[in-house]
């Protein structure tokens, strides 16, 4: 079992910046890949960005790309996403997720993620 737990959303003006943190707990996380992902109200869940289990091999949705960057400290049980430049369309909620049958790829999407964290809420005015 993984448990994930997400912080750091909030409500910021356009142009800001926020840095969410997802801490993960149960089995190792070295091991495997994690990404983030976000849903807007009325939309599906989309990829935001993922990362391999080394931090060697990044995978950024073309959105986001240039504006937010995924991160892990693997001492720390940690994946980061700070996220700068922030739009009003970048509002949603915010989740990060564990894909521990695999580790080396960083995927794009939901299929490949086997634990979910609860969210945390972004919003940014404009």
């Known amino acids: 079992q993984v448990q994930l737990v997400e912080s750091g959303g909030e409500l910021v003006q356009a142009g800001g910046s926020l840095r969410l943190s997802c801490a993960a707990s149960g089995r190792t996380f070295s091991r495997y890949a994690m990404g983030w992902f976000r849903q807007a109200p009325g939309k599906e869940r989309e990829f935001v960005a993922a990362?391999?289990?080394?931090?060697?091999?990044?995978n950024y949705a073309g959105s986001v790309k240039g504006r937010f960057t995924i991160s892990r400290d693997n001492a720390k049980n940690t994946v980061y996403l700070q996220m700068n430049s922030l739009k009003p369309e970048d509002t949603a909620v915010y989740y990060c997720?564990?894909?521990?049958?695999?580790?080396?790829?960083?995927?794009?999407?939901?299929?490949?993620?086997?634990?979910w964290g609860q969210g945390t809420q972004v919003t940014v005015a404009s």
């Open positions: 990362i391999n289990w080394s931090g060697g091999s990044t």
């Open positions: 997720a564990a894909d521990t049958r695999g580790g080396v790829v960083a995927y794009g999407s939901t299929f490949y993620y086997n634990y």
